[in-house]
């Protein structure tokens, strides 16, 4: 038998199932609550609000545990790559040697676009943000394969426009990159393994050779394994939302991509590094900022810390920190930022107003400066964020199908104006 837990409202008792998680985290179930009560509960932000039962990832914010399909994020970071890790929270298990072997293939085969995505690309001014046409350019897949435009086809065919998207948006993001720069797009190396291939077409130019550094390109696995899911996010929950409509697998990704772009969420990577610049410039006096991040008239927060969930530590910025010190040592890179980054957070984690608000570094302070140091431009860390993203999303909306989950689509509770009668406009 399960929990119970009761509403009271006026004299009347609602009785509603309590729901208990592997992890034994609990949840009121209230589906069924309007239809008896002719109530709704109000949760702007859904601060509160459980939107499925999702077999994926496994986050404790108090506890600062991450876990994709029970795997712990510190041995995945550690021990997988990129590839492997998309195939787990994808299909549910890690892969085994041939099936694994299998999936790296079907990818790299699958790397090219169509030609004449080159004339969508053009169609865009250079200096446009790559995130706007990397969104686009994902969309435009459902006019070359107008087949994923019903998500309701076999299997095999949902599996086919899973992994054109795994293998596409890597050299469509790299593409994107070289229009905004105004230089000519590379084809994809498909002798490279996934990353390296992303790292050539972002930086080979025209007759000069460029070989991939192994540690440049380890570094941005870890990264893209850290960012791969994190459950049921702004972006994550719009590519569930959207595909609850039975819209393809590209037009849910496409709308990830847009709610990700946001400096409260994937964007604030970009905004974190452009905070740390603007404190160097300024003198790098970071009480100055702390006082201005406390300031509740002045709209300046402290970007890449604080989280709706983790209210302890996040374990991805405790990795990623490492790494950052990591990847600057071996590179041999002095960069002043990443001093400003440590002396910010070290006077916020003894600060009361961050103590009290439970405010930590989350994944995106010590990311950028991971970024920076591998060469990656500012305006293209948000992309990054997209292609670690990229797999947890596909996860989730293939989930979300599966269990054949109904439209997204809250409730609201009204506060405009009753009936007015309508008054013709040489009247008013
Ligand atoms: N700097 C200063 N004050 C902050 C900050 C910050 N970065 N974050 C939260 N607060 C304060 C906020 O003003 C509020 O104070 P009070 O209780 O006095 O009104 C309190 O802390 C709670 O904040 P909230 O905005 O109600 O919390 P939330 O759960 O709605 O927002 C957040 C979470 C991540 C949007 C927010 O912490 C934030 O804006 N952080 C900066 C942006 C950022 O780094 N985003 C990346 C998130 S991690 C990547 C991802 O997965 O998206």
């Known amino acids: 038998m399960s929990e119970i837990a009761e509403l009271k409202v006026g004299d009347k008792v609602y009785k509603l199932p309590i729901i208990t998680g592997t992890e034994d985290e609990k949840a009121i179930d209230i589906s069924k609550l309007r239809g008896e009560s002719g109530l709704i509960t109000l949760d702007p932000g859904f601060k509160n609000t459980g939107s499925t039962k999702s077999a994926i990832t496994f986050l404790d914010g108090e506890k600062g545990i991450l876990r994709y399909r029970g795997y712990a994020i510190e041995d995945l970071a550690e021990k997988s790559t990129f590839l492997e890790v998309a195939y787990l929270l994808i299909y549910g298990e890690l892969p085994n040697k041939t099936t694994l072997d299998s999936f790296t293939s079907d990818i790299t085969k699958h790397t090219l676009i169509h030609e004449d995505i080159k004339s969508i690309l053009d169609g865009f001014p250079s200096n446009s943000h790559p995130m706007g046409v990397l969104s686009s350019l994902v969309s435009s897949l459902t006019a070359f394969y107008p087949e994923s435009l019903d998500p309701n086809r076999s299997a095999k065919d949902v599996d086919l426009s899973i992994r054109r998207l795994l293998a596409k948006v890597p050299t469509m993001a790299a593409w994107a990159y070289k229009n905004e720069i105004g230089h000519p797009a590379n084809y994809p190396d498909n002798k490279l393994n996934y990353t390296s291939n992303f790292l050539k077409m972002m930086f080979a130019v025209p007759a000069e050779d460029y070989d991939v550094d192994p540690v440049i390109a380890n570094a941005l696995d870890k990264l893209l394994i850290l960012h791969a899911d994190h459950e049921q996010n702004c972006s994550t929950s719009t590519v569930r939302v959207v595909g609850s409509s039975h819209a393809s697998l590209y037009a849910s990704i496409a709308a990830g991509i847009g709610a990700l772009w946001g400096p409260l969420h994937g964007g604030a990577n970009q905004a974190?590094?452009?905070?740390?610049?603007?404190?160097?410039?300024?003198?790098?006096?970071?009480?100055?900022?702390?006082?201005?991040?406390?300031?509740?008239?002045?709209?300046?927060?402290?970007?890449?810390?604080?989280?709706?969930?983790?209210?302890?530590?996040?374990?991805?910025?405790?990795?990623?920190?490492?790494?950052?010190?990591?990847?600057?040592d071996k590179l041999g890179i002095n960069d002043p930022i990443l001093e400003i980054a440590k002396g910010l957070e070290e006077v916020a984690l003894k600060d009361d107003y961050f103590v009290e608000r439970k405010l930590y570094p989350n994944v995106d302070f010590y990311s950028g400066i991971i970024y920076r140091a591998i060469g990656i431009p500012t305006s293209m860390f948000t992309v990054m964020f997209t292609l670690g993203r990229l797999p947890g999303w596909i996860a989730q909306w293939k989930e979300m199908r599966e269990n054949k989950e109904p439209i997204g689509r809250p409730r609201q509770v009204y506060t405009g104006k009753n009936l007015t009668d309508f008054v013709p406009v040489e009247k008013r």
């Open 272 to 328: 974190v590094i452009e905070m740390l610049e603007g404190i160097k410039k300024d003198g790098g006096d970071v009480n100055k900022y702390m006082a201005k991040a406390k300031d509740k008239d002045d709209p300046f927060r402290l970007m890449g810390f604080g989280h709706r969930v983790y209210k302890n530590f996040d374990p991805r910025a405790k990795i990623i920190k490492k790494a950052a010190d990591d990847v600057l």
